[in-house]
């Protein structure tokens, strides 16, 4: 008989319109959905998409300032520019390739090229508002879900010029979101920080960068830099750099104002460049010594860049300008005149430069026959290594589309890392135990990386030894108990992370894992409660007698049920850096002698609570018990 074989015919042919083509594939003009805990979550690309068309307009020279409001989940953003012309306030946000910035004469080295940007805001927006206020009069065009929903007629107005956007992120698409102001200030600074003079309020917040990225550097360096930032300015390019007293290599590159977390063909000829430069300078030292350390930005500006996607975190384009120079050229050019010029003037900053240098290659051979035992140990490890299970997918698969869900598990004990390993995807997650607790790096070289067993495998198993290009996992989820122990070990491996690889949580890879405390289920239904809170609103709802489960260690949850924690409903928490204090000063302070100041925080923060059940708990068989919660 012969097999039934699928008809395509012109029946299986679709046409979708704009705005149905958006919402169906969102990752092709917004990267990933996310909720709101990774920098690069879709809810933060819709509000640069927005901002991004005010920056253009200030960049024309046309509004020195932009408000941005944001409450729950509405975003306001006001700019004082041109404002959309009146007869095309509809067209510019719902008709696909339609747009100023295909003009030259309106718009050069724009960030937005393709007029997607506020299509798909308003595609992916349960409620979408579009004002344009132009010589005293005003325009409003309201949306839902991209279909207009009321098309006003022009009114008169008194407001300053400009256009204001309000939109309400559609919860069919981003589930349980959350903005958070750290990524929105430093996505705010940033526009500052590559367009001087320029005002954002956020929130009653005013950001303002007099300096550009000199500025960019002083407020994001880890603790003080080794010399004054060498600050150098061209036509269409802007760099600054420093070196700083700890590891790796840690870069911010821009392109017409929009940051390149991905870097791209400008980051990539910087880097080459100014270890060049610098290698020529003295006549002598590696590369590697060179930049290790470095902190550095990068500004360029190219005519109709191309990027490798819609959200322009990576820049592809090999010209500066259409037939125009290389950006290799353009980059390498520059800095052999003007960072060459400046080395032969500045003996100070010299001499301090090349002091880091030195100390660089000193380390980096003390290294070398550590390292050499430390992979062979390694690689024999790793044949028989049982407290790594591999995923299939990694990050460093770049052709792969579900390389972003790439994770890795670092656990406490075998029983959390069996319940985690029995019910995760084995194509993007992976679980590495821990012996017990890891020990505390704090004031160690990195020869204790290579020394340290578990240390030179959690490193092998990230694939970071040499770079961050390389890394195996998009995200480093640190799963412990919710006890005073699973919290030491939790402070163990951050510790470790900030000392060695403190572009790890910089670049925002590092999460901590929020599991259930409690289960309270009847016969019909079962709930997770993930604090008191929860877990008292779960006792009214269920009704008489629910049965409660008090988790006590992630080993108490059954791989069953542990499915549903680190599936599409994983609970994540970032770990975030604060602006306020530096890297040393936060590990001195939790990791360092045991202060008074600590001693006084513990006491604080550290508390012992009852924790009381409803009168009908009693039935259960439940005591009243007592539980430690660190805050």
Same mark, same amino acid.
């Given at each position: 008989?012969?097999?039934?074989?699928?008809?395509?015919?012109?029946?299986?042919?679709?046409?979708?319109?704009?705005?149905?083509?958006?919402?169906?594939?969102?990752?092709?003009?917004?990267?990933?959905?996310?909720?709101?805990?990774?920098?690069?979550?879709?809810?933060?690309v819709?509000?640069?998409?927005?901002?991004?068309?005010?920056?253009?307009?200030?960049v024309?020279?046309?509004?020195?300032?932009?408000?941005?409001?944001?409450?729950?989940?509405v975003?306001?953003?006001?700019?004082?520019?041109?404002?959309?012309?009146?007869?095309?306030v509809?067209?510019?946000?719902?008709?696909?390739?339609?747009?100023?910035?295909?003009?030259?004469?309106?718009?050069?080295?724009?960030?937005?090229l393709?007029?997607?940007?506020?299509k798909?805001?308003?595609?992916?927006?349960?409620?979408?508002?579009?004002?344009?206020?132009?010589?005293g009069?005003?325009?409003?065009?309201?949306?839902?879900?991209?279909?207009?929903?009321?098309?006003?007629?022009l009114?008169?107005?008194s407001? /300053?010029?400009?256009?204001?956007?309000?939109?309400?992120?559609?919860?069919?698409?981003?589930?349980?979101?959350?903005?958070?102001?750290?990524?929105?200030?430093?996505m705010?600074?940033?526009?500052?920080?590559?367009n001087?003079?320029?005002?954002?309020?956020f929130?009653?917040?005013? +950001?303002?960068?007099?300096?550009?990225?000199?500025?960019?550097?002083?407020?994001n360096?880890?603790?003080?830099?080794? @010399?004054?930032?060498?600050?150098?300015e061209?036509?269409?390019?802007?760099?600054?750099?420093?070196?700083s007293?700890?590891?790796?290599e840690?870069?911010?590159?821009?392109?017409?104002?929009?940051?390149?977390?991905q870097?791209?063909?400008?980051?990539?000829?910087?880097?080459e460049?100014?270890?060049?430069?610098?290698?020529?300078f003295?006549?002598?030292?590696?590369?590697?010594?060179?930049?290790?350390?470095?902190?550095?930005?990068?500004?360029?500006?190219?005519?109709?860049?191309?990027?490798?996607s819609?959200?322009?975190?990576?820049?592809?384009?090999?010209?500066?300008?259409?037939?125009?120079?290389?950006v290799?050229?353009?980059?390498?050019?520059?800095?052999?005149?003007?960072?060459?010029?400046?080395l032969?003037?500045?003996?100070?900053?010299?001499?301090?430069?090349?002091?880091?240098?030195?100390?660089?290659?000193?380390?980096?051979?003390?290294?070398?026959?550590?390292?050499?035992?430390?992979?062979?140990?390694?690689?024999?490890?790793?044949?028989?290594?049982?407290?790594?299970?591999?995923c299939?997918?990694?990050?460093?698969?770049?052709?792969?589309?579900?390389?972003?869900?790439?994770?890795?598990?670092?656990?406490?004990g075998?029983?959390?890392?069996?319940?985690?390993?029995?019910?995760?995807?084995?194509?993007?997650?992976a679980?590495?135990?821990?012996?017990g607790?890891?020990?505390?790096?704090?004031?160690?070289?990195?020869?204790?990386v @290579?020394?340290?067993e578990?240390?030179?495998?959690?490193?092998?198993?990230?694939?970071? /030894?040499?770079?961050?290009?390389?890394?195996?996992?998009?995200?480093?989820?640190?799963a412990?108990?919710?006890?005073?122990?699973?919290?030491?070990?939790?402070?163990?491996?951050?510790?470790?992370?900030?000392?060695?690889?403190?572009?790890?949580?910089?670049?925002?890879?590092?999460?901590i894992?929020?599991?259930?405390? +409690?289960?309270?289920?009847?016969?019909?239904?079962?709930? @997770?409660?993930?604090?008191?809170?929860?877990?008292?609103?779960?006792?009214n709802?269920?009704?008489?007698?629910?049965?409660?489960?008090? +988790?006590?260690?992630?080993?108490?949850?059954s791989?069953? /049920?542990?499915?549903?924690?680190?599936g599409d409903?994983?609970?994540?928490?970032?770990?975030?850096?604060?602006?306020?204090?530096?890297? /040393?000063?936060?590990?001195?302070?939790?990791?360092g002698?045991?202060?008074?100041?600590?001693?006084? +925080?513990?006491?604080?923060?550290?508390?012992?609570?009852?924790?009381?059940?409803?009168?009908?708990?009693?039935?259960?068989?439940?005591?009243k018990?007592?539980?430690?919660?660190w805050?």
């Amino acid at each position: 008989m012969a097999e039934n074989k699928v008809q395509y015919t012109e029946d299986n042919i679709r046409s979708l319109d704009w705005k149905e083509h958006i919402r169906m594939r969102p990752g092709m003009y917004i990267g990933k959905l996310g909720d709101g805990t990774s920098s690069d979550d879709g809810i933060y690309v819709l509000v640069k998409e927005v901002v991004d068309n005010s920056i253009d307009e200030f960049v024309m020279g046309n509004g020195k300032r932009i408000s941005v409001k944001i409450n729950d989940d509405v975003v306001q953003v006001r700019d004082f520019g041109r404002g959309i012309p009146l007869g095309k306030v509809k067209d510019v946000v719902s008709k696909m390739n339609t747009g100023g910035k295909y003009d030259s004469r309106a718009f050069k080295k724009s960030v937005g090229l393709n007029g997607v940007g506020t299509k798909a805001v308003n595609a992916l927006s349960s409620e979408f508002l579009v004002e344009s206020i132009r010589e005293g009069e005003l325009k409003k065009v309201l949306f839902t879900r991209g279909e207009v929903v009321d098309d006003l007629p022009l009114e008169s107005s008194s407001q /300053e010029n400009g256009t204001r956007i309000i939109f309400k992120p559609d919860k069919e698409i981003f589930k349980n979101f959350k903005f958070r102001d750290t990524y929105l200030e430093k996505m705010f600074w940033n526009y500052c920080y590559l367009n001087r003079n320029l005002t954002i309020d956020f929130n009653g917040r005013k +950001f303002i960068s007099k300096n550009g990225l000199k500025d960019l550097l002083e407020s994001n360096m880890d603790g003080s830099p080794l @010399y004054p930032i060498v600050h150098i300015e061209g036509d269409d390019i802007e760099v600054a750099f420093t070196h700083s007293r700890g590891y790796g290599e840690d870069y911010s590159s821009f392109v017409n104002g929009q940051h390149t977390t991905q870097g791209g063909t400008h980051q990539g000829a910087f880097r080459e460049a100014i270890a060049k430069v610098i290698k020529e300078f003295f006549n002598k030292y590696d590369p590697v010594d060179i930049r290790q350390g470095i902190v550095a930005a990068v500004s360029i500006k190219v005519i109709e860049p191309v990027f490798e996607s819609q959200t322009k975190t990576k820049l592809g384009s090999t010209e500066i300008e259409p037939n125009g120079k290389s950006v290799r050229g353009f980059v390498m050019d520059f800095l052999k005149e003007k960072l060459d010029n400046f080395l032969h003037k500045n003996l100070n900053v010299v001499q301090q430069m090349e002091f880091k240098i030195k100390q660089s290659e000193k380390e980096r051979k003390e290294l070398s026959g550590i390292r050499k035992l430390a992979r062979e140990r390694a690689k024999k490890v790793s044949l028989h290594n049982k407290k790594l299970r591999d995923c299939k997918i990694h990050f460093s698969d770049f052709k792969n589309e579900r390389r972003e869900e790439t994770s890795i598990f670092i656990t406490e004990g075998d029983s959390a890392s069996g319940s985690i390993t029995k019910c995760r995807d084995v194509k993007t997650q992976a679980v590495f135990s821990l012996r017990g607790k890891p020990l505390n790096c704090f004031g160690l070289t990195k020869k204790v990386v @290579y020394e340290n067993e578990e240390f030179n495998l959690i490193q092998a198993a990230l694939n970071i /030894e040499e770079d961050m290009e390389s890394l195996r996992y998009n995200k480093i989820i640190i799963a412990t108990d919710a006890d005073v122990d699973g919290m030491h070990i939790r402070l163990l491996l951050l510790t470790f992370f900030l000392r060695f690889f403190p572009d790890l949580v910089k670049k925002n890879h590092v999460f901590i894992l929020q599991t259930p405390l +409690f289960r309270v289920r009847n016969k019909k239904e079962t709930r @997770y409660c993930y604090d008191e809170e929860e877990r008292k609103d779960a006792i009214n709802n269920l009704g008489k007698n629910p049965e409660i489960t008090r +988790f006590k260690g992630l080993g108490e949850i059954s791989p069953d /049920e542990f499915k549903y924690f680190i599936g599409d409903d994983i609970r994540l928490e970032p770990v975030l850096m604060s602006k306020s204090k530096s890297i /040393e000063e936060i590990l001195i302070f939790y990791m360092g002698k045991n202060t008074p100041e600590r001693q006084g +925080f513990i006491i604080d923060n550290l508390k012992v609570e009852e924790d009381y059940f409803l009168e009908d708990t009693e039935q259960n068989g439940w005591d009243k018990f007592k539980y430690f919660r660190w805050f």
